[in-house]
């Protein structure tokens, strides 16, 4: 009797042994295996390396057990099939979807080269160089058309919208002004039409924003005495408006039913105004609070009318204002405040623009929210001797346009290099992830690894499709970060 008992113990031991070898020794291949090759398959994050290192450990321990499993298949096969079912539930659920590059455009070369703007449109990506234009297909990767400047001129302007097909670009010999506009068909890249500007000196080949724009279907060119607008499609006459008396043009922009000039002045502020872009006809006029003059101003959204200024001398208004139908001041946020610094330019609170002729801001105008990245001096900190570990955190903040007061703040892994709106939703890139956050409530609707190649520095971003974006990089001349990628997630 005792004998059959110690038989039957030995025998229920064995059985244990090969099931638990089986289960824990499966699901620690299979979590390995997922960190492996997930990738290709659209999973990412942090999560993902934390568990290729259990699966390590785990299989330390448990690998002599599968195989054991595997040597007993009656207990032993039901039992690998157990874990591997565990196995993949627990790695589907942890492991988060990622986005890896759909396709890369070549390097640029030379490698002195660095993009001044771009545009996304539903079927294209087109890059802007001093040197020449270049439109890739958004599905594929293929260049679509490519036009170069005439003689050794350089790009030196373009609009930051787009209208019935065609964008404007400006160019002008090196050392002269960009003195020629040209409306570009965006289908074929061939010009619809040119015409001379009445345009300042300029520095070398530099380029600058906000001198041309599309409104409704007037392009709007800025010259030096005021603006003048033309037909979009074929770049004839339609109307001039001249700046106030000791004002200078500083800066344009449109929007479907508007067109929204700035000023610099020698007496009193700058001057904001918004015009109809079929006439011209003044619709607000509006003397900015601002004693000292501008360094730099932008026109985040045309409706609701929202413009960032910078004004000269550490005490001025550095702020985003936001304007009601009159035209007057109904709200101002501080670019620097007691909580953050905003990150209005992109590339940290107080950074130049990254692209010159087309800058690719960080600040977003959704309904009536504005949301920026908001930054703290220790967002990011290196640990070492040799700052060989670094920890970073980031966050978008949303602020009331009808008030200035703050609506909401959404966590990030990292600082923003990239800020794109779909929508009511907002997302941001950082060096490791993009993030989908409605912008109603400050919720994070999703967030996706980034696998592969890594953003480090700002980029243009743009949605293209369900969990599908285009990324332009300012600097395309290496692998690492290439002039332009898709990024979504493996089908």
Not at 159 to 187: N, V
Request: hydrophobic share 40%; proline share 6%; net charge negative.
């Amino acid at each position: 009797m005792a004998g059959n008992i110690k038989d039957r113990l030995k025998v229920d031991q064995e059985i244990l042994g090969v099931v638990s070898g089986g289960v824990f020794g499966a699901l620690f291949l299979v979590l390995g295996l997922g960190a492996l090759f997930g990738g290709h398959y659209g999973y990412g994050g942090d999560a993902v390396a934390s568990m290729g290192f259990i699966a390590i450990l785990g299989l330390m321990v448990c690998g002599a057990g599968l195989l054991y499993a595997l040597f007993h298949p009656r207990f032993g096969l039901p039992s690998v099939a157990l874990g591997t079912l565990i196995g993949l539930g627990i790695f589907v659920h942890f492991a988060g979807l990622g986005v890896k590059d759909d396709w890369t455009a070549p390097p640029d070369r030379p490698s002195d080269i660095r993009a001044i703007g771009s545009w996304s449109t539903a079927d294209l990506v087109v890059r802007a160089r001093p040197d020449k234009v270049v439109a890739y297909r958004a599905t594929t990767g293929d260049t679509a058309w490519s036009w170069t400047p005439p003689a050794e001129d350089s790009v030196c302007a373009m609009s930051r919208e787009t209208g019935h097909g065609i964008g404007l670009f400006a160019h002008g010999a090196h050392g002269r002004p960009c003195a020629t506009a040209i409306a570009l068909d965006l289908a074929t890249g061939t010009p619809r039409w040119t015409a001379n500007l009445d345009a300042p000196l300029r520095t070398g080949d530099t380029a600058a924003p906000g001198l041309l724009a599309v409104a409704g279907d007037r392009a709007v060119l800025q010259e030096t005495g005021g603006w003048r607008a033309v037909s979009l499609t074929d770049g004839s006459a339609a109307w001039r408006s001249a700046v106030d008396p000791d004002c200078a043009p500083l800066r344009v922009a449109g929007g479907p039913d508007t067109a929204v000039t700035v000023a610099q002045c020698t007496k009193g502020g700058p001057v904001l105004r918004t015009l109809a872009p079929q006439d011209g006809q003044e619709r607000t006029h509006t003397v900015l609070p601002l004693a000292n003059g501008l360094n730099d101003a932008a026109v985040l959204s045309a409706d609701p009318l929202t413009v960032w200024v910078d004004e000269q001398g550490d005490r001025g208004t550095h702020a985003v204002l936001a304007f009601d139908r009159a035209g007057k001041v109904r709200s101002t946020i501080p670019v620097s405040g007691d909580e953050y610094d905003l990150d209005v330019t992109l590339g940290g609170a107080h950074a130049v623009h990254q692209f010159e002729a087309r800058p690719a801001y960080g600040a977003v105008v959704v309904g009536d929210l504005l949301v920026v990245p908001g930054e703290k001096p220790d967002d990011v900190t290196f640990g070492g001797a040799k700052h060989n570990s670094r920890h970073a955190t980031g966050r978008l903040v949303a602020y009331s346009l009808a008030d200035g007061g703050k609506r909401w703040t959404a966590g990030l892994d990292d600082q923003v290099t990239g800020l794109a709106v779909d929508g009511t939703r907002v997302w941001a890139m950082t060096r490791n992830s993009l993030t989908g956050v409605d912008t109603a409530t400050g919720h994070e609707d999703e967030s996706l690894a980034v696998l592969g190649t890594e953003s480090d520095d700002p980029s243009d971003l743009a949605p293209d499709g369900p969990s599908r974006f285009t990324v332009v990089a300012q600097d395309g001349t290496t692998d690492a970060e290439p002039p332009v990628r898709a990024v979504a997630v493996p089908r």
